[in-house]
């Protein structure tokens, strides 16, 4: 197995109810070319694949007879729909770009879309934050307002600044997610609105996100929390009811876990059944769907694997499940469907946890070469820190392993799904966190046959923020290291990335007016030079969540010691490039890791 592997998979996502209570789904694969793309067609199983679009398409979803989906237009992107009675797809939009749209229940439209469209190279005037996201580049800052679909015409609904983040139609109206001005948006404190005849009426909220919206006949339920613990706060399920919130449930809600091998968007809940409410928990390094009673009874009703997606539907209850070795594969009453079928040959990790003095457990795994050993190691870290390593599959590190590196991963506390006190690292970032990967570490050399001269340590984004962090505090312990899409500097954080302010008062309590030695004191940066360890610095130069100046930094500062350090630098991708990114990239970057283990490690 080698990392052009990469391009003869096929990923399931968008999974929704389709016609006759079939699930439908995109099929996504990569197409051959200079350079390689991604293609994603609207597909159906009913015990064999059925595809409906040869043409891309984009969040499809079905009212009868109609299949609705979003289709790249020139640079923009318009919403279509298809009769599956026959036909041609019919373009319903002419706009400067569609963002999203919502289906009622009568066959209303309701959609998202910029009302003129930035030119290249323009000067662009701002009076908010954020104005530029991971994935999207600067915002269309007063540029968005929200339409409904009349007769073949847009009819305007709402333009406001900020505008809707989120909608779902009731039969009382259009309920709306969105903050309740500028400032509000800046803190990220989410408010539910109600528009009914043309007037906007507060629901709830403004305390903090909401997101996931779902109506059914017992009222709406949605996710949120209101940063009650800081950054690693977990959520909960609301139902709302006659003007009154209540909480059925909480945890770590939605899939949380690490993989490099999923493509699209994967609805996880809630969503309502006859019998209750439906949504994702991550625990203990699994992804399970649970079904949560009004009365807030909740049942777990998968056993094995993670669940990425779900979708309800009259035929019974279909799932994109997951696990170590298996990206996303359909299952349900028709059977099972594997797009992956004898591509993959992926190994079982061996679990192993480690006892801190403190009293707590760190869960991990270890994944072994062939051989007997020693075998050279790298830490891998994951990124967040709130995310979790679990029974999803990581492509990398079984790379790593196939060119004979044993990998050891693990669960610090930060982690998601083994409970609301572990998930939380209370501004000690490199403390709580540093203990249990360094225990850890210590724990795997001992027990399994690895070679304690020959440790290696990589990791992105909050994993990229420990390499430096650990390099920098052990500076003999690690033979290479590869920090990816990392931090270095948190005063340049604040102010540089698209969650910077938020995200820094959340995990560290500190603004650069306010306790900016905190600040310094929680930067790699400040302990650069302690750094003896052999470095690849891999980064993407439209990242917008942990932006190119966090690499260029540390880059810079390790040739300047004398460090021996690599940059990797990779244009026109963003925070997402080990995920999404396009595919020669990903190719790229995987032999830029494997490249430097063979030649440091």
């Not at 990923?11 to 991604?38: A, C, K, M, N, V």
Request: include cysteine.
């Amino acid at each position: 197995m080698e990392p052009e592997t990469l391009l003869k998979l096929r990923f399931l996502s968008d999974l929704t109810p389709g016609p006759e209570g079939l699930p439908l789904f995109l099929l996504t694969e990569i197409q051959e070319g200079d350079p390689p793309r991604y293609r994603s067609r609207v597909a159906l199983f009913d015990g064999a694949l059925r595809l409906l679009t040869q043409e891309e398409a984009r969040r499809p979803r079905y009212r009868a007879p109609f299949l609705y989906f979003l289709r790249r237009v020139g640079e923009r992107e318009e919403l279509f729909r298809l009769d599956l009675r026959g036909g041609e797809a019919e373009r319903l939009t002419e706009t400067a770009g569609v963002l999203d749209y919502a289906l009622g229940p009568g066959g209303e439209v309701a959609f998202l879309a910029l009302k003129e469209a930035p030119r290249p190279g323009e000067p662009r005037v701002f009076g908010g934050w954020p104005f530029k996201f991971d994935g999207r580049g600067l915002l269309p800052e007063g540029r968005v307002a929200l339409y409904a679909l009349e007769e073949g015409k847009a009819r305007l609904l709402l333009d406001r600044y900020p505008p809707p983040k989120e909608m779902v139609y009731a039969p009382e109206g259009l309920y709306l997610v969105m903050p309740e001005d500028a400032r509000a948006q800046a803190e990220g404190r989410d408010t539910l609105f109600l528009l009914r005849e043309g007037e906007l009426e507060k629901v709830y909220g403004g305390v903090g996100p909401i997101f996931a919206l779902e109506w059914s006949p017992e009222g709406l339920f949605f996710l949120g929390h209101a940063f009650e613990r800081g950054g690693g706060t977990e959520a909960r399920l609301y139902h709302l009811r006659g003007g009154e919130a209540r909480v059925l449930f909480e945890g770590s809600l939605q899939n949380s876990l690490n993989s490099d091998l999923r493509y699209g968007q994967h609805p996880q809940g809630p969503r309502w059944g006859e019998d209750g409410v439906y949504l994702v928990r991550t625990e203990a390094g699994r992804a399970r769907l649970y079904r949560v009673g009004l009365d807030g009874r909740a049942e777990a009703l998968t056993e094995g694997g993670s669940v990425l997606a779900f979708a309800l539907t009259e035929r019974g209850l279909f799932l994109l499940k997951e696990d170590f070795t298996h990206p996303a594969r359909l299952e349900g009453p028709l059977g099972p469907f594997d797009p992956n079928a004898g591509v993959l040959d992926l190994a079982e990790p061996l679990y192993t946890e480690w006892t801190s003095p403190e009293g707590h457990r760190v869960p991990g795994w270890v994944l072994l070469p062939e051989g007997e050993g020693p075998h050279p190691v790298v830490l891998y870290i994951h990124g967040g820190p709130h995310t979790a390593f679990g029974a999803a599959p990581m492509l990398e590190l079984q790379l790593f392993r196939r060119a004979g590196y044993a990998v050891a991963f693990a669960n610090p506390r930060g982690s998601t799904g083994y409970g609301q006190d572990f998930a939380l690292l209370e501004g000690e970032w490199g403390e709580r966190d540093e203990r249990d990967l360094m225990g850890f570490l210590d724990h795997v050399l001992a027990h399994f046959p690895l070679d304690p001269k020959r440790v290696g340590v990589a990791g992105g984004s909050y994993g990229g923020y420990m390499t430096n962090w650990l390099t920098a505090r052990y500076p003999t312990r690690f033979k290479a290291a590869v920090t990816d899409r990392s931090i270095c500097n948190w005063l340049s954080f604040f102010g540089a990335s698209d969650i910077g302010p938020r995200f820094t008062y959340l995990e560290l309590g500190a603004k650069p007016w306010e306790r900016p030695e905190v600040l310094w004191e929680k930067s790699p940066l400040r302990l650069v030079h302690r750094v003896r360890t052999p470095t690849l610095v891999v980064h993407s130069e439209e990242d917008h969540r942990c932006p190119i100046d966090q690499g260029e930094t540390w880059y810079t500062a390790l040739f300047h010691l004398g460090v021996k350090a690599r940059f990797f630098r990779v244009p026109e991708e963003g925070h997402e490039l080990s995920r999404s990114g396009r595919p020669d990239r990903r190719l790229a970057r995987l032999r830029a890791y494997l490249d430097w283990w063979r030649e440091n490690l």
